[in-house]
């Protein structure tokens, strides 16, 4: 049975707050932290003076002195240990070096991420010692830049779908299959393979197995993906015909493939989601400058209610979403065991915070953001790429959910099997009773948040219980078939995501105000409170409609839709 203390956002199912995940907010140590300013101050002046971000998304290309630059920079082995070739930068660090690169130009933030945090990292933390001797110096140096493929036609989410198979032979292994999506597949000399070593028949559960494969006979990359943004990410069709590989380039285990990926990309979302971040900061440093350069009715539109409205949303966001990715970023570095919803929430609040603050920005840009002559309409679509880039929001949704629901229903079926043979089971019951007696009289509370953020804190106490409630109710009500109330799921998850955030806010701005006291840390104890204040309400509709939902009726709309076959109304 899951421990609740192992994540700190599993535990809120459990209504339990486990605040020593979350208390101190993570810092770079002060003797890393001259060597972190000059790493990233090195990085923005190779984006302002030397990345024509325009040029790279007209062409869909990233010149090789460009990615000279990047090697020289150490930006593909930024958290690689110093022995193995890389910068050995804390994944804190890391992820504000990631966040700098990608406020300049987000395909290039990208294209480290791919390699480096994707890629690169599966051989680190799968590969054999031989392995990771042979391919990290090259990759993590730049030598070499390398590319995971997984996705396909049919398999986007559904990793089960896989048609790539690789065969055995006497002296080893034939690939055979296509990856359509592959990021970095135009600039990548080494691929990470995900495929098949069970038979493709309907019905049986593929065994997957993740292969290491250079570019060589029987590997052809196809030209660039004609995407909407992120076009210098080098995203491109890669076909393995009859590919010979040795018994060695099995990276891990056979038949493990699916826990490399999953594994892989739950470290992965800390980097994706400092990506992320990077374009929202300079989003907002583009439009805090628009609304104070342009003038309107006699002084400059960022004087105007409404826009300041819309500038506090966007600096609220970006205050949350920053603090939970940098939060989680910490949490790693402490080798936290368990950071999968952590990492999870953090990618998806802050892809969706991105995606916001650029449709923002546009409408600030008014008419002007229409042309390409700004850099607006390019961030946009850039932005876009992040709510799908290792999966849709969705799916992360519902896996946020379930992940988090799968230790209380543990705990609810044990507690159901004690009750069928009450002797045996005495013990797990009493507890059980015990627990719902603390339930019901007190709720759990966060101790270490600094006196001035009491409000705020009360707001997160509150919401936990709320979450802890609401889960156990869903899983009492829907019991195995929760599995497939996804609105049900959704709304859960939503709670989760905003009660994650504010954890993030309330610590960091315990940090500030014990390091510059009330007046110094006023920014941050502001930008918590509004955030906090956005959070309840949202905490409580999506709690409200779980118990007066519509789910019933929107299936049933969308159900006789499908079978007209799309808009089934004309108006004369």
């Known amino acids: 049975m899951t421990t609740p203390e192992a994540s700190f956002c599993k535990a809120l199912f459990f209504g339990v707050v486990a605040e020593d995940l ?56 930024l958290s690689v240990p110093k022995e193995l070739g890389g910068s050995g930068l804390t994944r804190l660090a890391a992820a504000r070096v990631v966040a700098e690169l990608s406020a300049g130009d987000a395909s290039l933030g990208l294209l480290s991420v791919a390699h480096e945090a994707i890629a690169l990292r599966s051989i680190l933390a799968f590969g ?23 996705a396909e036609e049919s398999s986007g989410t559904d990793a ?82 009859g590919v010979r590989l040795p018994p060695d380039a099995i990276l891990g285990e056979v038949g493990r493939g699916f826990r490399v990926a999953m594994e892989v990309m739950t470290d992965a979302r800390v980097s994706l989601s400092a990506w992320l971040f990077g374009q929202m900061r300079a989003l907002v440093t583009w439009t805090i400058e628009r609304v104070q350069a342009r003038r309107s009715f006699g002084r400059a539109i960022g ?18 979403v920053e603090s939970m990715t940098f939060l989680t970023a910490g949490l790693v570095d402490r080798h936290v065991d368990d950071v999968s919803l952590e990492s999870s ?27 390409t002559g700004l850099p607006i309409e390019r961030r946009l679509r850039d932005a876009r790429g992040g709510l799908v880039v290792d999966g849709t929001n969705e799916t992360l949704r519902c896996f946020v959910a379930l992940a988090g629901m799968r230790g209380p229903g543990e705990r609810l079926t044990d507690v159901e099997r004690a009750m ?84 993030a806010c309330i610590s960091r701005t315990t940090r500030a105000i014990e390091q510059r006291g009330e007046s110094g840390a006023r920014r941050e ?31 049933s709309i969308s159900s006789r839709t499908y079978t007209d076959g799309g808009y089934p109304f004309d108006v004369i």
């Open 22 to 77: 979350v208390f101190p907010f993570p810092a770079v140590d002060d003797a890393d932290l001259g060597a972190v300013h000059e790493r990233v101050a090195r990085v923005r002046k190779f984006v302002e003076a030397e990345v024509d971000s325009a040029a790279i998304d007209r062409d869909a290309r990233v010149e090789p002195a460009t990615l000279a630059r990047m090697r020289d920079l150490g930006l593909f082995g």
């Open 128 to 150: 054999s010692p031989e392995q990771r001797q042979r391919w990290v110096p090259q990759l993590a140096r730049g030598q070499r830049i390398m590319s995971f493929a997984l």
């Open 160 to 241: 089960g779908t896989i048609r790539t198979i690789a065969e055995r032979t006497p002296d080893g292994w034939v690939l055979e299959g296509d990856k359509p999506w592959v990021t970095n597949g135009v600039h990548a000399d080494v691929f990470v393979v995900l495929a098949r070593t069970s038979r493709l028949d309907e019905g049986h559960k593929p065994r997957l197995t993740p292969f290491i494969v250079e570019r060589g006979p029987g590997v052809s990359v196809g030209g660039r993906r004609a995407t909407l943004g992120l076009r210098g990410a080098g995203v491109a069709r890669v076909a393995f015909r």
């Open 303 to 320: 004087e105007f209610p409404v826009l300041k409205n819309k500038v506090a949303k966007m600096l609220a966001d970006a205050f949350a």
């Open 345 to 371: 929430i953090s990618r998806l609040a802050t892809s969706e915070a991105l995606w916001r603050t650029a449709n923002e920005a546009m409408q600030i840009a008014a008419g002007s953001g229409y042309d």
């Open 420 to 503: 069928v043979e009450p002797v045996k089971g005495f013990g797990l019951l009493r507890d059980f009773a015990l627990r719902k007696v603390r339930e019901a009289i007190r709720r759990e509370r966060m101790a270490r948040a600094h006196p001035l953020l009491s409000r705020e804190a009360v707001i997160f106490e509150e919401g936990t219980d709320a979450l802890h409630r609401a889960a156990d109710r869903a899983l009492r009500d829907h019991g195995r078939e929760i599995a497939e109330m996804q609105q049900t799921q959704v709304r859960i998850a939503n709670v989760a995501i905003d009660l994650y955030a504010l954890a």
């Open 525 to 555: 104890i502001d930008l918590t409170g509004m955030f906090a204040s956005a959070a309840r309400g949202r905490m409580q509709a999506n709690l409200g409609r779980l118990e007066h939902a519509d789910d019933a009726l929107r299936k």
